[in-house]
């Protein structure tokens, strides 16, 4: 059995001329577009006794649940799209799990109420999602996946107000290049907790322009 030889360590000439067979009816809709969170002190990759725990990761930093790329603090980010949905949750006291997104609270209530399940067994979410693409700030160089950031519960405030900087700077909504970072905040109880802070840095150069534009057009078909 040892002497079996399962892959290959070099790159082999099949694995360059392309990835197409096999793959032809793959469309954007069949694929996941990786989540960025951010970390908690409650968080399972910032606990060492569980399974999910990653090795230097800490509350505060921001983490691709895909990849499992530990992302630090801060990252420099274009604002690609975004989106709002209500997200029904089973309360944790009944099971919990998800139930379903809908485009507006109302529509939500209607689904709950069409499958006979009870309003107080759930909790509705607002949720805001920024599609993101992130890019090196000692290269230059854009990640060529994307990522979504949710934005709920305290979150809420700081998407508004990065929505409305996105207003007040002009210009498509992926012209303007953005620093995004952690900072440590407490709620009216006194609870710590991590936060986000946005921070334009300047219009995007040309290229990246392009690229977040192509990118824009693609998810938008």
């Not at 854009?142 to 007040?168: A, G, H, M, Y």
Request: hydrophobic share 35%; glycine share 6%; with cysteine.
């Amino acid at each position: 059995m040892n002497d079996v030889v399962l892959v290959s360590k070099d790159l082999p000439s099949h694995a360059s001329k392309g990835e197409v067979l096999g793959n032809e009816f793959i469309k954007a809709e069949h694929l996941q577009t990786p989540r960025v969170k951010q970390l908690q002190v409650m968080s399972h990759e910032v606990d060492e006794n569980h399974s999910e725990f990653l090795e230097g990761a800490k509350p505060g930093d921001f983490f691709n649940t895909i990849t499992r790329e530990n992302y630090g603090k801060e990252m420099y980010i274009i604002n690609i799209k975004f989106t709002e949905e209500f997200v029904i949750w089973r309360k944790r006291e009944r099971g919990g799990g998800l139930i379903g997104s809908f485009p507006s609270n109302a529509e939500a209530l209607e689904h709950l109420k069409s499958q006979d399940l009870k309003v107080e067994d759930h909790e509705i979410t607002q949720t805001q999602s920024h599609l993101l693409l992130k890019k090196d700030p000692e290269t230059g160089a854009l990640d060529s996946q994307p990522f979504i950031f949710d934005c709920s519960s305290s979150k809420l405030r700081v998407s508004r107000e990065w929505n409305t900087q996105l207003q007040l700077v002009g210009g498509d909504r992926f012209s303007s290049l953005w620093k995004m970072s952690s900072s440590e905040t407490q709620n009216r109880n006194g609870q710590k907790f991590w936060n986000i802070g946005v921070q334009n840095i300047g219009w995007v150069t040309d290229e990246n322009y392009e690229a977040a534009k192509s990118l824009y057009t693609s998810v938008s078909k």
